[in-house]
């Protein structure tokens, strides 16, 4: 019984598995060939691009490149690695040391 209500309450989050997309405020280019991103540059509307924080978007929406930990030792922290677009997990007083993640969200 314990694991059909278990099995039960994994369906219920399945939404938590996915990234975080959504519809940015993106503009018409002038000559209305395309999309304008936040920064000024124009995309055509059939392209895809990843910003300089980690989304990868598209003239009708953007999402999240990168999986969020939710689950990972007390002793342990996460840090954003802008280079690589994803979480790094590591003892608090060791940073050298990485730690091991039970469960993420996105992606």
């Not at 993106?26 to 300089?52: I, N, Q, Y």
Request: hydrophobic fraction near 35%.
């Amino acid at each position: 019984m314990k694991y059909l209500a278990l099995a039960l309450l994994l369906c219920t989050q399945l939404h938590l598995l996915h990234g975080a997309c959504f519809v940015p405020s993106l503009a018409l280019s002038e000559d209305l060939s395309g999309c304008v991103d936040k920064d000024g540059t124009v995309h055509p509307f059939d392209s895809t691009w990843r910003t300089s924080d980690c989304l990868e978007c598209t003239c009708n929406g953007c999402c999240e490149t990168y999986a969020r930990p939710v689950s990972f030792p007390k002793d342990c922290t996460m840090e954003f690695d802008n280079k690589n677009c994803k979480y790094k997990v590591f003892k608090k007083n060791d940073p050298t040391v990485p730690c091991p993640v039970f469960a993420e969200v996105g992606k």
